[in-house]
């Protein structure tokens, strides 16, 4: 398997302009999650779904920002109009829910990340 | 939600072991992860507790003490391409998901 894999790798924009950022999760995994990272914040999730479906985007930072996963193998995060703040980095990730004796875990692989400059 | 603690920065010599702390705050305690992070790259996964104790793999041993809301990452024999950050990362709350803390950057020089 590539992994997971976003694009862009880097984009650079002006304030006000719509950036889409788009994620391909890894094949059977069924969570797919979003992270912003700064160095001021850290890394931040901002929404993550199951079987395509969003489940928590209590992280998405305001009306601004919108992410859509129409399949399986697909995800959108998009930012409209973009300002300087939401210059980051953002990582998608996925994952299958591992159960075990006592509970579960969700192991994430992360994408190499989009690194975003809104001027 | 999740509160998590570790310092922000770490220096160490090569060859030698290094200690980085992580302590947390969470209700329905359910894992915690540690992640390397290199600088411009994603984190990637090194270890995962569920239970109190040791957990090793090669050079890099994870602990966990749920009573005390504590873990530590061990890594030995130190190398240079060690220098990276490290993410301690919780999951509680009722959630499987890990909430992340800001990370450890660890600098090993020679």
């Known amino acids: 398997d590539a992994g997971v894999i976003q694009s862009p790798r880097h984009e650079v924009t002006e304030m006000g302009q719509e950036v889409t950022l788009r994620c391909k999760p890894i094949?059977?995994?069924?969570?797919l999650f979003w992270y912003r990272q700064t160095m001021m914040r850290g890394l931040e999730l901002l929404i993550y779904f199951n079987n395509n479906v969003p489940i928590d985007d209590s992280g998405m930072p305001e009306d601004r920002f919108s992410a859509k996963m129409p399949n399986a193998s697909f995800s959108t995060l998009k930012i409209q109009p973009s300002e300087p703040r939401d210059s980051a980095v953002y990582f998608c990730?996925?994952?299958?829910?591992?159960?075990?004796?006592?509970?579960?875990?969700?192991?994430?692989?992360f994408g190499a990340g989009s690194r975003l400059t809104v001027l | 939600g999740q509160n998590i603690d570790q310092p922000t920065e770490m220096t160490a010599t090569e060859g030698a072991i290094v200690q980085i702390n992580c302590t947390y705050q969470t209700s329905g305690f359910n894992g915690l992860f540690w992640y390397q992070q290199h600088a411009g790259e994603a984190p990637t996964f090194l270890s995962y507790?569920?239970?109190?104790g040791l957990e090793e793999k090669g050079r890099f041993s994870s602990f966990l003490s749920r009573s005390k809301g504590y873990s530590y990452l061990l890594l030995k024999e130190l190398q240079m391409k060690d220098s990276a950050s490290y993410l301690c990362a919780v999951s509680g709350g009722g959630s499987y998901i890990p909430t992340f803390g800001r990370g450890t950057s660890l600098i090993v020089h020679p």
């Open positions: 507790n569920v239970l109190d």
């Open positions: 990730a996925s994952s299958t829910y591992l159960a075990g004796a006592l509970g579960g875990a969700n192991v994430l692989t």
């Open positions: 094949s059977g995994h069924d969570y």
